[in-house]
């Protein structure tokens, strides 16, 4: 099975920070790579789809990149809304998401 | 607008069963690929397993965890779908949500608490 790996697990940023959240794949996923925020006590939302296509309704200050084994999320401009966990997920073979990257408030 | 309600959550022995139910609302259930995604206490996601249309063969895939003790199905006719669990273990305690699977899962239910403890 393909594992997903999150890098950094946690970090602190302050609004207005651009933030970038990694996950690498153990084997190439093409851009099967979809990225979800999570806040607490709340179902995930997907944000990006297919490495890199924003999800309808989604503010532009998300992004994705990527392809293979090596991929990005960028939110441009840290919003006050943005402190969440966020997940990757792979959906070449097996279903498997990443480990997380919870955002906090520096 | 797109719902998914999911129900039949509650507190269950090791070793016991649990049907879960998702009723969906608001497009072609019939049509929709469909997952189950977990998440125990204080832990990350999990993708349970999922099932396919019926025009699209109708075939389940499970994650590893769970082969062999859970099984998805689908009711069209009343725009629901289904997780059948037994030989539950206190590692399946979790939050269990239905999406829709299609370019990544779209639309999640609120989700529903299985907790597996004697």
């Known amino acids: 099975d393909i594992q997903m790996t999150q890098s950094p697990s946690s970090l602190s940023a302050s609004v207005g920070d651009r933030v970038t959240i990694s996950c690498r794949a153990s084997q190439s996923v093409s851009t099967y790579l979809n990225w979800y925020q999570q806040k607490p006590g709340k179902a995930p939302k997907l944000l990006i789809y297919?490495?890199?296509s924003l999800q309808s309704g989604v503010p532009s200050r998300f992004s994705g990149s990527g392809s293979g084994t090596d991929f990005t999320l960028t939110i441009s401009s840290l919003q006050p809304e943005d402190f969440a966990t966020y997940y990757c997920q792979q959906s070449f073979s097996t279903l498997a998401f990443g480990g997380g990257t919870k955002v906090e408030i520096k | 607008e797109v719902q998914l309600v999911e129900s039949g959550g509650g507190m269950v022995k090791p070793g016991g069963s649990l049907r879960l139910s998702c009723a969906a609302s608001g497009f072609t259930f019939s049509n929709a690929w469909m997952s189950w995604v977990r998440q125990a206490p204080g832990k990350g996601l999990e993708w349970v397993g999922r099932i396919k249309s019926k025009t699209d063969g109708g075939t389940t895939d499970y994650a590893a965890p769970v082969k062999g003790r859970f099984t998805i199905s689908r009711d069209d006719s009343k725009n629901t779908l289904y997780l059948q669990m037994s030989s539950l273990k206190t590692e399946d305690t979790a939050v269990y949500y239905c999406?829709?699977?299609?370019?990544?899962?779209?639309?999640w239910g609120q989700g529903t608490l299985v907790t597996v403890s004697s």
């Open positions: 297919a490495a890199s």
């Open positions: 999406t829709t699977d299609r370019v990544g899962f779209d639309y």
